[in-house]
């Protein structure tokens, strides 16, 4: 703990703009992490927050910040985590004034910030739709007490800090160690109106790694694949699977066989017989679940791992186009046709 955290944040904060400091469980940071945007990510005991100046719960406090301070989330919480720092045009008064209620959702609402600016495309760079040991908690949840989360907000005109915290969410994941984040290569989406679609694509990813249902699991990740092929309407999966394979397929053949392959992740009537085969319609039309399907675990996990190597191509791709606008990308996405290339 050689540094303090306005040593590394204090030039973002100005009047009504002030910093917000998550903690970030299941994760381990080797070093701070700097990225485009104006967040920060600090290893555990990385940094101090002496700074700060946070104030305790005192008898001149409402019943929120005393409801905060029973959730059992203080400085030492803080201490002991991988923090998200940030900074945050918000309205202070308001916050103290506020109720608990108030505070929990902001606390989602910073969370849901923390996503936007860094943590959607860390989750999309090192995780995996199959694996589901490395997935790390939402920001602001923390290791000691897997119910409670918090917020320590930081106001440098009053120069003192607050702490919010309570039961904002529902879940935590436990399985596995968590997430240790390095290496990061993944660009930020730039301003272009393919920017604006992959952001919200990556914010939908992320949202489906947490699923813990394999059933919606693998519809969600269906219904990623046709956000991805048309954000602004819905085109039948005839269309949709044309537009995937010329993200993966190499070869004619393989082009072939990927059309083939998404009609049994989909709909797959016999015309003869009036069975049905697809996956997809059997899950949400005929009521199957997936082990119904797919009864084996390692089959499973092999399935959603194919679906993330559909998923995948789209993004990146859509990422390093990300300043374009829609018609100018789609002219882009026509052109391309590996699978057109004569085979070796």
Known sequence: MDEDILSHCGDWLRPGVHLVALPWARTLAEGPIEFIEEIIIFPSGEITLASLNIQETGPNDSLAWHQSAISG???????????????????????????????????????????????DSIRFQLCRLDLVDTLPAKAGQ????????????????????????????????????????DRLHIPAPLDGEVGHHVTHALRLYGSLLEVEDQSLKFVQAISLLEFLSDPYSYQNFVEVKKTIARYVAKTTADYQRLLLRFKELTGNKDQQTGIERGYRTLIVHLGKRLREIVPGADARRQLFLELDGYIRPIIRHMIEHSDMDWESYVEVRRAMKPFLLPEN
Do not use: C
């Not at 900074?87 to 936007?116: C, R, T, Y």
């Not at 923390?142 to 879940?171: C, E, P, V």
């Open 142 to 181: 923390i290791d000691s007490n897997h119910m409670m989360a918090g917020a320590l907000l930081y106001n440098a005109q009053l120069k003192q800090g607050r702490i919010i915290g309570g039961a904002a969410f529902t879940h935590f994941p436990t399985r596995g160690l968590g997430l240790p984040i």
């Open 73 to 119: 989330v203080d400085v030492e919480t803080f201490d002991h985590q991988t923090l998200i720092a940030f900074p945050l045009s918000f309205d202070w008064d308001a916050l103290v004034a506020g109720s608990h209620n108030d505070h929990l959702d902001f606390i989602q609402f910073l969370s849901e910030k923390a996503d936007a600016l860094a943590l």
